[in-house]
């Protein structure tokens, strides 16, 4: 989730990111920031907070625990807003998407 300084919502996706890196996959305990799940939140909507993701695979067992840490966590920093999150498939999750803490937090590094 790249943030630059120069976006307009750069405050509020600096408080989304924040917030989103509470929420813990369950089943590889690293962050779903961290993981490269979170392709994307939109402010634009002055009413919605829009999160673009993904889960590692289609059949994950925990999307809908990892979803509903999603809409916790940014229901929790934005309590003025509606959540929705946005499972996409496209593009497909793969391990380098992880950034280097991430791999630090699974020993992969």
């Not at 919502?9 to 490269?36: H, R, W």
Request: hydrophobic fraction near 45%; aromatic fraction near 8%; glycine fraction near 8%.
């Amino acid at each position: 989730m790249e943030i630059k300084l120069n976006d307009p919502f750069a405050v509020e996706l600096l408080k989304a990111q924040t917030a989103l890196m509470q929420v813990i996959d369950p089943e590889l305990y690293v962050n779903i920031v961290d993981l490269g799940l979170v392709y994307g939140v939109d402010f634009t909507d002055a009413a919605k907070v829009k999160v673009t993701m993904t889960l590692s695979t289609p059949g994950c067992p925990m999307g809908d625990a990892i979803t509903g840490g999603v809409e916790n966590a940014l229901g929790a920093a934005f309590p003025d807003r509606e959540i929705e999150v946005d499972i996409v498939w496209e593009p497909r999750w793969n391990y380098h998407m992880i950034t280097d803490e991430g791999k630090a937090q699974m020993g992969l590094e």
